[in-house]
């Protein structure tokens, strides 16, 4: 099973996990979307539990992700339509493997469609990043990413759309 976190704000990147995951259930993984309203109030979350059990030893409260999450040791992977370190803030207060995809660069005119494959955020990225990190967890072998991979056209590295 892999967790997707996406960040809702138009919708847009919501309608790209979700198509993610229908892919990957096609491909017989189970996926669960997360919409997150707001990274931001996530950090603000933790870094209130740390502080307060940086005060109180004793405090024992979990964070809403760790509530949210229970105990389950799936890698997560954020998607967005900004910059990848949006997403990134929660890191800190995730026990799981977490991989984000963001729209890193410079300004660009296209379709969104053509944007978001450009920025590798639409749906078959998502895929190729959340079952890059089930094979890194060890939950799929080599020859499974490998066959997805081809499936999905994973396309060479041949640029970093940070620096185009």
Known sequence: MILIFCYLESGAILNESVDAKN???????????????????????GMENDRQKQHDPSF???TFLRKTLGNRNQPIVASTDYMR???EQ?????????YTLGT???????????????????????????????WKSKKISKDELVKIYKKLKV??????PWEV
Do not use: C, Q
Request: hydrophobic share 40%.
């Open 23 to 45: 892919k990957l259930n096609e491909l017989g993984i189970k996926a669960e979307v997360y919409s997150v309203t707001s990274f931001n109030l996530l950090r603000k979350d």
């Open 60 to 62: 024992s409260e979990m």
């Open 85 to 87: 370190s949006y997403p």
């Open 90 to 98: 929660i890191r800190a207060f995730l026990e799981n493997d977490f």
């Open 104 to 134: 890193d660069g410079f300004g660009r005119s296209d379709s969104r469609k053509m944007l978001r494959e450009f920025f590798e955020v639409d749906s078959n990225n998502i895929v190729r990043l959340a079952t890059y990190a089930l």
């Open 155 to 160: 396309r060479p590295l041949n640029f970093h």
